[in-house]
């Protein structure tokens, strides 16, 4: 199972950024998916998480209606849209896959994580 993380970058508070990741070696609609987050000196969060069929979804309080988390079955991609950057929001950023169906707000609920993109906001 290999999970690709792309998208990141550095933009300035206000602006947008959506981040993929690509699934393979996976049945990538059966399983949870979700993007957890880390800022230097900091445990690792969870930002926003996704069931298996993409029936349910959720996000962390601190980029609801900010972040915005889906995917495409065919592609076999993750995404997250990120609106209304704040300079809080800088950290890596990984994607994960569980196998589970339902997804979780911890990090050992998955057991496969991509490589982490970086995400820095400027104030």
């Known amino acids: 199972v290999q999970l690709q993380a792309s998208g990141g970058g550095l933009v300035q508070a206000g602006g947008s950024l959506r981040l993929s990741c690509a699934a393979s070696?996976?049945?990538?609609?059966?399983?949870?998916k979700a993007w957890f987050r880390q800022a230097p000196g900091k445990e690792r969060e969870f930002v926003s998480g996704i069931n298996g069929g993409g029936a349910g979804a959720g996000t962390a309080d601190s980029v609801k209606g900010r972040f915005t988390i889906s995917r495409d079955n065919a592609k076999n991609t993750l995404y997250l849209q990120m609106n209304n950057l704040k300079p809080e929001d800088t950290a890596v950023y990984y994607c994960?896959?569980?196998?589970?169906?339902?997804?979780?707000?911890?990090?050992?609920?998955?057991?496969?994580w991509g490589q982490g993109t970086q995400v820095t906001v400027s104030s």
């Open positions: 994960a896959m569980g196998s589970r169906y339902y997804y979780s707000t911890y990090s050992t609920g998955y057991d496969y």
């Open positions: 070696g996976i049945t990538f609609s059966n399983y949870a």
